[in-house]
């Protein structure tokens, strides 16, 4: 009662009608006499009292406005009530309000004489130097579809603000690809923001459909110019890996210098995907170019160069003469080649890096082995897994496993015995019976209570990190009165008292931004346990979702060559948020860096956490 009189003392002068709806609305025991649905102001109430009188609420409640009143001004559909949403954006201050007094415009696009209106004045806002204003503006816009593509159109040239333009632009998609001419191109280019006009698997479904000759000499300028968006850029080279080679020849000419625009890039990340799409693309055009990029000073770039001259039998690039090489880019790539290979000769060079001083070049090396599938690896793999440790020890008894079929654990004395007794006459099996038999042994396989373990997956890592979500979704209770956090906080716990010393750990907790408890590794020893414990005692959910952070924050210790990352949520926030561009982006660091990730996906399965841990040979598991 006391708010009420404070709104009957206010200045402004309010009709009768007003008064009595703001009291309606603000007193519980009248609510019932303010219905939302569009038959609200049946009876006695004509159409233009009832929009007075959602004015009235309007004006009192601001962005606290119940939603549906913009919908029923919508429904009503007279002059009167699209002026009152025109007016209601003045009184409005919250982006999410403003959205939906300008989505509520949609119900006028289907009348003939008010549509000119309601689009004058959204495409005016849209373009406006409010921020709010434009972004609410053009999304909805965007939403009304080919009603909307002249407003559209102008908003996506125009527009001071460049989310209201990547929004105009998404909207206006399907009316770019059918017009299919230059400047259709240019804004799709200049204007394509992800994910505001839509996902990279959309943008790259839009920029396929440009092939005309002219449109890859854009494409190509685009690429090579420093005024363009690196992710759209990248985006144009994804394009470029998706048409099939030999269709046919002005296509593959067009496609090919917008790829040699980008391998000779300044942007390491872009000659990476660039030689990418040549790798997938297949063919020799370019070998001249990726032989100089060989020598490249990035390593992502050099490895997979590296592959493809040597794939190609370039002279000079050998496997067997890259083996010997200083640089261990060169020998993890030799690895890949003497692999394919498969002659004893190759498969003798393969086994000395499995002795390689550069742990990086040894897992590459067991990696290959098991891929190979050669009875003559099986001897010194048998020799890895005595004076291997921590993943690498695990890697040699999975490749192991992978050929022989077998699993006889991490003791190299029973693996030793089986080569004693069946060395001679032993072969290989069919890759179906290895599949069979792992299968049998998943199914049957207990839990080991004295394992170190976080959420189930076992560490057997010692050089690893702990990637643990802490947004403010994390705060979701799940059961017993505890949060997502607090059970993240137990596994933490429990991971810590388990962890030997001289294990090399770290633990980083993400949200808008990664914060690590260390810059790098630190050696587990009774003090850093306590210091870890603290750590994970103090974390509190909060903000948003920024897994490239958190992956970026793991990486940058080159001695990690293992991580747990663990989320509830896609990425929101970060310099990559979509999901096909961040998982590329991971594939892209690890090429060089073999990390095994296993991921951890809370309350729903993730897309995002199975393909990262495909991708990188890890475990995904999911928890509720």
């Known amino acids: 009662m006391i708010r009420t009189l404070a709104v009957l003392r206010r200045p402004a ?9 703001l009291l309606t609305v603000l007193s519980p025991g009248l609510s019932r006499g ?27 409640r601001g962005d606290k406005t119940p939603r549906g009143l913009f919908d029923e001004l919508g429904q009503i559909g007279t002059p009167q009530a699209l002026h009152t949403l025109e007016r209601s954006i003045d009184e409005l201050r919250r982006v999410w309000s403003k959205k939906r007094a300008f989505a509520a415009m949609g119900h006028f696009m289907g009348d003939a004489e008010l549509r000119p209106k309601a689009l004058n004045t959204l495409e005016f806002h849209a373009k406006g130097s409010d921020e709010a204003n434009a972004l609410a503006a053009s999304q909805a816009l965007a939403a009304f579809g080919e009603v909307a593509y002249d407003s559209l159109y102008v908003v996506a040239r125009t527009a001071r603000d460049d989310r209201a333009k990547a929004f105009a632009v998404g909207g206006l998609a399907p009316e770019l690809v059918m017009r299919n001419d230059a400047a259709s191109l240019e804004l799709v280019l200049d204007g394509w923001i992800t994910p505001h006009s839509g996902s990279r698997d959309r943008a790259v479904a839009v920029l396929w459909r440009f092939q005309s000759q002219p449109h890859f000499d854009r494409m190509a300028r685009f690429v090579g110019s420093k005024t363009g968006s690196y992710a759209m850029r990248r985006f144009v080279l994804v394009t470029m890996e ?20 980008g391998a000779q890039s300044k942007d390491p990340a872009l000659r990476y995907h660039a030689l990418r799409a040549m790798n997938a693309r297949g063919g020799t055009d370019h070998m001249r170019m990726v032989e100089r990029l060989a020598e490249d000073r990035e390593p992502t770039v050099r490895r997979i160069a590296l592959e493809m001259v040597a794939r190609a039998g370039v002279r000079g690039f050998d496997p067997a003469q890259m083996a010997q090489s200083r ?13 394919e290979l498969g002659t004893p000769a190759a498969m003798e060079a393969l086994h000395e890096l499995l002795t390689d001083d550069d742990p990086t070049v040894r897992a590459e090396a067991i990696l290959q082995v098991g891929r190979r599938r050669d009875r003559s690896s099986i001897p010194f793999l048998i020799d890895r897994l005595e004076h291997e440790s921590g993943r690498l020890k695990r890697d040699a008894w999975y490749s192991l496993t992978v050929i022989t ?3 006889l654990g991490l003791r190299v004395g029973s693996w030793r015995s089986f080569w004693r007794k069946e060395g001679e006459s032993f072969v290989v099996p069919p ?9 049998r042994r998943e199914a049957s396989r207990e839990s080991n209570e004295s394992q170190v373990a976080f959420y189930g997956l076992e560490i057997i890592s010692n050089r690893f990190a702990l990637v643990v979500d802490t947004s403010g979704s994390m705060k979701e209770q799940v059961y017993r009165g505890k949060t997502r956090l607090d059970v993240a906080k137990e596994q933490l716990e429990a991971t810590l008292s388990r962890i030997g010393e001289g294990v090399l750990f770290n633990i980083v907790p993400f949200a808008g931004a990664a914060r690590p408890m260390d810059d790098g590794l630190l050696e587990m020893d009774e003090i850093e346990r306590e210091n870890a414990s603290l750590f994970v005692s103090r974390l509190r959910a909060d903000g948003g979702t920024n897994v490239y952070d958190a992956l970026a924050a793991a990486f940058d210790d080159d001695r990690v060559d293992t991580i747990y990352l663990l989320t509830d949520g896609d990425p929101s926030v970060g310099e990559i948020t979509d999901v096909p561009t961040l998982r590329e982006e991971i594939v892209r660091w690890n090429s060089v860096r073999g990390v095994r990730i296993h991921c951890i996906a809370v309350g729903k399965d993730s897309a995002l956490l199975k393909g990262i841990a495909e991708d990188s040979r890890g475990e995904y598991v999911r928890v509720d």
Do not use: Y
Request: negative net charge.
């Open 431 to 439: 890759w179906s019976e290895v599949v069979e038999a792992a299968a």
């Open 34 to 60: 303010l219905s939302v649905g569009p038959n609200a102001g049946a009876g006695d109430r004509s159409a233009r009292d009832r929009v007075s009188e959602i004015w009235a609420v309007i004006q009192d």
């Open 242 to 261: 998706n048409h099939p080679r030999g269709e046919s020849a002005n296509l593959d000419v067009g496609v090919e210098a917008v790829l040699e625009k």
């Open 405 to 407: 079929g077998k699993d």
């Open 327 to 339: 640089d261990e880019i060169k020998r993890q790539a030799a690895s890949v080649g003497l692999a």
């Open 13 to 21: 002068a309010r009709s009768a009608v007003a008064l009595l709806t």
